[in-house]
């Protein structure tokens, strides 16, 4: 009886190092360009190239796209807020920012998992590739990984924000996740959160499981071969998609399967920073220097167009 409506929350942000918010914004600043410019130049070279039209390369686009997504929903607003002194975000905005949030690690977390599935079928299935890896079969495993999200985050986002917001309108994080605006809730939490971990351990835990078992096989049939250098040659192809797997994993697992951990609200948001922002940044840079074809694909595209311009 004693709860207002909130039509706006505002965005604590770093408030706290209110002496470096200008040296994290040049530096996020930064990393943003860079991430924005790397996964372009992923998208660009894999659309553009054809010797880069296989399923991996496919997939390694809409991680990219993805990517871009992602940082597009965060990192910008995160930057007018470290230089501004009022740090308002509208309801609907919140809103619509978490169940964008949601749907994009969803998808990234199913395509990690379309990804190894296709390292798993090109080595330990190598004469069936090209007919289980079919052109129409990869558009329907893209499509699940990117329609997977959108029950999930409709769903989750459309009951958090049905609650009544009466302890206040102080948003503890640099965007709206679902652990600091669930702390604004007055009601009981205790079936949201349950349906929330329940959720994660779907989206997250169980394509973990799916992408350990494909790499599993994968490094049981490479270490069957006689020959040293086809070993070698097979572990580097799955190499990038492994460092890009351990990243995001790493740091999204720690905050949000462990929502209570003792991590304190100040520390979950420099973990937070890692994998909105850092992360992002990464993984075309892993891909690049991992990966000979996409250095050789930039090469092809950059000196074609170089040469025309001569």
């Not at 709860?3 to 470096?20: G, W």
């Amino acid at each position: 009886g004693n709860s207002t409506r909130v039509t706006h929350f505002i965005l604590l942000s770093f408030t706290h190092l209110a002496q470096l918010q200008l040296l994290l914004f040049v530096v996020v600043l930064l990393v943003f360009t860079v991430t924005m410019t790397g996964n372009s130049l992923v998208v660009l070279i894999a659309t553009v190239d054809p010797a880069l039209h296989t399923p991996m390369y496919y997939f390694l686009k809409n991680l990219s796209l993805i990517e871009i997504c992602y940082s597009l929903d965060i990192v910008p607003k995160m930057l007018i807020n470290l230089l501004s002194e009022r740090k308002t975000c509208s309801f609907t905005a919140c809103a619509l920012q978490l169940s964008l949030i949601i749907l994009f690690i969803t998808s990234e977390c199913f395509l990690l998992t379309v990804m190894a599935y296709d390292r798993y079928v090109a080595i330990c299935h190598p004469l069936h590739y090209a007919v289980i890896m079919s052109k129409k079969t990869c558009r329907q495993m893209l499509a699940v990984a990117w329609l997977s999200g959108f029950p999930v985050a409709v769903g989750i986002t459309a009951w958090l924000f049905s609650m009544s917001f009466c302890k206040s309108n102080e948003v503890n994080h640099f965007f709206c996740d679902i652990s600091p605006v669930l702390n604004l809730v007055c009601s009981d939490t205790y079936i949201f959160e349950l349906l929330v971990f329940t959720v994660i351990v779907l989206i997250m835990v169980l394509p973990f499981i799916l992408i350990t078992i494909s790499y599993i096989c994968i490094i049981y049939t490479i270490m069957q071969m006689p020959l040293a250098e086809s070993r070698q040659r097979l572990f580097s192809t799955c190499a990038a998609h492994l460092m890009v797997v351990t990243l995001f994993y790493c740091t999204t697992c720690l905050i949000h399967l462990h929502p209570k951990s003792s991590l304190s609200p100040n520390n979950k948001k420099f973990v937070s920073l890692s994998y909105t922002v850092i992360t992002p940044m990464l993984n075309p840079i892993v891909y690049s220097l991992r990966n000979s074809d996409v250095r050789e694909a930039l090469q092809r595209t950059f000196g074609r167009k170089m040469l025309s311009e001569r």
